[in-house]
């Protein structure tokens, strides 16, 4: 698998079901970072969570860090239409290179009203 | 304080023609990164550069790709010669130092015809 590779690739929930989305990364990381794109736009920071923070909240949000799996989860709780949007998790390289992101594919959540 | 700001948002081009995008950044960053994204695909790095510098091009193809960030003005990324495959959407990040927390652009997407 390739760093910062999502799963699943897509899902599909309704409105108020909370949405897990996780991500698989192979080297050492200083931060991993999870962003949000709606369809043809941007990329939307949505939480950065240090090597050595294991969870973290923003709201709705919810990132878990579990650096000896090398895997993060994304848990959006009470889900909304608007939540729908493709999710990326992105790592940086660690050590020398910690400006360099890197994304996986994306896990494409739709979330039906 | 504006986010990081793209131009053109949508670009066309003939094959053989040259493309230009160009990034602002955010108000106090002086690290910019350009990143491409293909259809269906997660974003991938390219260049990174500081005012006047680049820092690191390992992701940006040896030929007709370049990129600067002068003193003045915003960084371009400029294609030359265009062909098919360069068709994608191509975001500009910015950050205030190397590591910290980078905030994109809302992209250019580039179709070349």
């Known amino acids: 698998s390739q760093q910062g590779e999502e799963d699943p690739q897509a899902l599909s929930i309704q409105e108020g079901e909370n949405a897990t989305m996780n991500c698989s990364y192979k080297t050492s990381i200083n931060n991993l970072q999870w962003y949000r794109q709606n369809s043809g736009r941007g990329l939307v920071h949505l939480i950065l969570?240090?090597?050595?923070?294991r969870e973290k909240h923003s709201g709705r949000l919810r990132v878990t860090l579990d650096t000896s799996k090398k895997s993060s989860s994304l848990l959006i709780t009470a889900s909304r239409a608007a939540d729908t949007a493709s999710y990326f998790c992105a790592t940086d390289g660690g050590g020398g290179s910690n400006y360099k992101l890197t994304f996986g594919k994306g896990t494409l959540l739709t979330v039906n009203p | 304080n504006a986010g990081v700001m793209q131009n053109p948002r949508h670009l066309v081009r003939r094959r053989g023609q040259e493309a230009r995008l160009r990034c602002s950044p955010m108000k106090g960053h002086s690290h910019v990164y350009w990143y491409r994204q293909l259809p269906e695909e997660g974003l991938k790095f390219m260049v990174y550069l500081q005012k006047e510098n680049i820092i690191d091009e390992s992701g940006m193809p040896k030929e007709r790709f370049s990129a600067e960030f002068p003193k003045e003005g915003p960084s371009i990324l400029r294609i030359q010669q265009v062909v098919r495959g360069d068709s994608a959407a191509y975001f500009c990040a910015s950050s205030p130092n190397s590591g910290a927390e980078a905030f994109f652009g809302q992209g250019t997407r580039l179709t070349v015809v």
């Open positions: 969570i240090r090597s050595n923070e």
